[in-house]
C-alpha cells in the first residue's frame, strides 16, 4: 500500500503560480511513476505530468512551458510547479503513482483555483 497526500493548492489570479506537493508513504520502494492529474468540473480527470524513477517526463500540451513536474525521492515527494496560471487550469488536481507490480494509488486531491 502507498498513501499519497497533496498540499499546494489554493485560490490565485491568473498570470500567477502556485507549487504542489506530494508525500508519499507506505510501501515507497515499489514506487515507479509518480505524476499528476487534474479533475474540472463535469471533465474527466486528465493527465497534467508524470515523471519517472529515471527521471522521464511526460506533459499535457496544455500545460508545456508553464508546469515543471520534479521529484525528491530521498524524501518521498513529487512536486508541480505551475506558472502563468489560466483560468482553466482550475481544478482539483490529484497526485499518482504506479508501483512496479501494476498498481495505481491516489491522493485526496487539492482545489486549484485561477480566477480571471
Known amino acids: 500500500q502507498v498513501q499519497l497526500v497533496e498540499s499546494g493548492g489554493g485560490l490565485v489570479q491568473a498570470g500567477g503560480s502556485l507549487r504542489l506537493s506530494c508525500a508519499a508513504s507506505?510501501?515507497?520502494?515499489?514506487?515507479?511513476?509518480m505524476g499528476w492529474y487534474r479533475q474540472a468540473p463535469g471533465k474527466q480527470r486528465e493527465l497534467v505530468a508524470t515523471?519517472?524513477?529515471?527521471?522521464?517526463?511526460n506533459y499535457a500540451d496544455s500545460v508545456k512551458g508553464r508546469f515543471t513536474i520534479s521529484r525528491d525521492n530521498p524524501k518521498n515527494m513529487v512536486y508541480l510547479q505551475m506558472n502563468s496560471l489560466k483560468p482553466e487550469d482550475t481544478a482539483v488536481y490529484y497526485c499518482?503513482?504506479?508501483?512496479?507490480?501494476?498498481?495505481?494509488?491516489w491522493g485526496q486531491g487539492t482545489q486549484v483555483t485561477v480566477s480571471s
Open positions: 515523471m519517472t524513477n529515471d527521471g522521464r517526463t
Open positions: 499518482w503513482c504506479t508501483t512496479v507490480n501494476g498498481r495505481a494509488y
Open positions: 507506505g510501501s515507497i520502494f515499489r514506487i515507479n511513476t
